[in-house]
């Protein structure tokens, strides 16, 4: 090519540059970042409205790091499928157990379920389909909240409490059924009670702290197990993990995100006739859905 009709085509690029319109963005907008939903610096909501003229379904995603750290951050391309069909979406925040131990993060997701059902008129949202997500500590608080019977309380002076925290259905991954170091040890041996997770729960600093004062923190450890609130008449839930089923559990990490901990509340729910999926690749899967979006996707929209 000659030097002058190489700088003929410079030219022509440096014009369509500079006249071109910019790329349309495909990030959807937050309609609201850091919105308060309680008291507290860390009970806060991300809340991106799905299009359309009808009430939209919701997700919420409840982020993990074992109570004790992680944000509501995440990768778009998590929640743009939900986005993409009609599904509002919400990320939140809750305070974490190495200041604040439980109940608090849980019921800070709880008061956050809560705090969007005020907003359906505002944010146009279908309060019978309200659908949990999460991983790890976030599915722990996501199966407890789908479980438990409903927090509401109608004689609250505080209108939010006096929402309800019934959802109707969770898909989670990696989920703590059970945060009891004595049920976690006799399923899964001794090295699943090196992770912070299951003493800070409790505002103990060490495990043998924890241990030491079970008795104490007895209830507790009860209370927020979810495999203790299983009964026929929850709405379904969707587990699935990893499938090293290795026993005793290898490490801290294997052991708090064990399979057996699903298989556990899987064959509890079974029993009890609770609509339950559990996805083990190569060991489990459901006869319906074929992984948790699938079965968001159908519990959310299918009439």
Same mark, same amino acid.
């Given at each position: 090519?000659?030097?002058?009709?190489?700088?003929?085509?410079?030219?022509?690029?440096?014009?369509?540059?500079?006249?071109?319109?910019?790329?349309?963005?495909?990030?959807?907008?937050?309609?609201?970042?850091?919105?308060?939903?309680?008291?507290?610096?860390?009970?806060?909501?991300?809340?991106?409205?799905?299009?359309?003229?009808?009430?939209?379904?919701?997700?919420?995603?409840?982020?993990?790091?074992?109570?004790?750290?992680?944000?509501?951050?995440?990768?778009?391309?998590?929640?743009?499928?939900?986005?993409?069909?009609?599904?509002?979406?919400? @990320?939140?925040?809750?305070?974490?157990?190495?200041?604040?131990?439980?109940?608090?993060?849980?019921?800070?997701? @709880?008061?956050?379920?809560?705090?969007?059902?005020?907003?359906?008129?505002?944010?146009?949202?279908?309060?019978?389909?309200?659908?949990?997500?999460?991983?790890?500590?976030?599915?722990?608080?996501?199966?407890?909240?789908?479980?438990?019977?409903?927090?509401?309380?109608?004689?609250?002076?505080?209108?939010?409490?006096?929402?309800?925290?019934?959802?109707?259905?969770?898909?989670?991954?990696?989920?703590?059924?059970?945060?009891?170091?004595?049920?976690?040890?006799?399923?899964?041996?001794?090295?699943?009670?090196?992770?912070?997770?299951?003493?800070?729960?409790?505002?103990?600093?060490?495990?043998?702290?924890?241990?030491?004062?079970?008795?104490?923190?007895?209830?507790?450890?009860?209370?927020?197990?979810?495999?203790?609130?299983?009964?026929?008449?929850?709405?379904?839930?969707?587990? /699935?993990?990893?499938?090293?089923? /290795?026993?005793?559990?290898?490490? @801290?990490?294997?052991?708090?995100?064990?399979?057996?901990?699903?298989?556990?509340?899987?064959?509890?729910?079974?029993?009890?006739?609770?609509?339950?999926?559990?996805?083990?690749?190569?060991?489990?899967?459901?006869?319906?859905?074929?992984?948790?979006?699938?079965?968001?996707?159908?519990?959310?929209?299918?009439?």
């Amino acid at each position: 090519m000659s030097t002058l009709k190489q700088c003929f085509v410079v030219y022509l690029l440096s014009c369509s540059l500079l006249t071109a319109e910019p790329p349309a963005t495909t990030e959807p907008t937050p309609a609201h970042v850091d919105l308060p939903y309680g008291s507290h610096p860390l009970n806060v909501l991300d809340f991106w409205p799905a299009l359309g003229k009808t009430p939209r379904p919701l997700l919420i995603y409840i982020h993990g790091g074992g109570w004790t750290g992680g944000d509501k951050q995440q990768a778009p391309q998590r929640f743009f499928p939900f986005l993409k069909k009609g599904i509002s979406y919400a @990320a939140i925040n809750y305070r974490l157990t190495g200041d604040h131990p439980l109940p608090a993060p849980v019921h800070d997701a @709880a008061r956050a379920v809560q705090f969007i059902r005020s907003k359906a008129a505002e944010w146009n949202i279908d309060t019978t389909r309200i659908a949990l997500t999460g991983g790890s500590a976030g599915a722990c608080t996501s199966m407890w909240l789908l479980l438990h019977d409903d927090l509401a309380n109608p004689h609250a002076d505080d209108p939010i409490l006096r929402q309800s925290t019934r959802v109707c259905a969770a898909a989670v991954h990696g989920g703590q059924t059970s945060i009891d170091p004595r049920v976690l040890k006799a399923w899964l041996g001794p090295n699943v009670l090196k992770h912070r997770m299951i003493n800070m729960a409790v505002g103990e600093r060490t495990i043998q702290g924890a241990l030491e004062n079970y008795e104490t923190h007895r209830k507790l450890y009860h209370e927020f197990s979810p495999y203790n609130h299983v009964d026929g008449d929850d709405p379904p839930l969707f587990m /699935t993990y990893g499938n090293n089923m /290795t026993l005793p559990s290898e490490n @801290a990490g294997h052991g708090i995100h064990h399979p057996l901990l699903g298989v556990h509340l899987k064959a509890k729910a079974d029993d009890l006739g609770h609509e339950c999926h559990l996805l083990i690749r190569g060991i489990s899967k459901s006869d319906k859905y074929t992984n948790g979006n699938d079965f968001l996707f159908r519990k959310l929209l299918e009439p």
